[in-house]
């Protein structure tokens, strides 16, 4: 096989991002996860089903959303008695929306 040159291979590579560019958890919308946990109690709709149903929420933050509603009480996400959202103390807030660290 010919070997080719460092030009050639760099062209073709596809880039590939280094860990440390990588950003970290994002924020969402609480209106959204509130949503999305609503609609999966009431409807069971898993992370698919949930990406079409909620324009602006992506299959990876609706899996990492049920996650973290099956974690429940105390540190995940609920619905309290009047299906309103509560969340636990790993999980932070901002005015930008709910920063849900990222689980296995």
């Known amino acids: 096989m010919p070997r080719l040159d460092y030009a050639e291979t760099s062209e073709t590579a596809p880039s590939k991002e280094r860990k440390g560019n990588r950003k970290g958890p994002g924020r969402i919308a609480l209106e959204l996860v509130e ?3 609503q609609l999966h109690e009431e409807n069971k ?3 698919r089903k949930l990406d079409e149903a909620l324009p602006g929420l992506t299959e990876y933050q609706a899996g990492q959303i049920l996650k973290w509603y099956r974690v ?3 540190a995940g996400l609920w619905l309290d008695e009047h299906k309103r959202l509560k969340w636990g103390a790993a999980i932070s807030t901002t ?3 709910v920063r849900l660290p990222r689980l296995s």
């Open 35 to 37: 949503k999305a946990v």
């Open 45 to 47: 709709l898993g992370r």
């Open 72 to 74: 429940g009480r105390p």
């Open 95 to 97: 005015r930008d929306g």
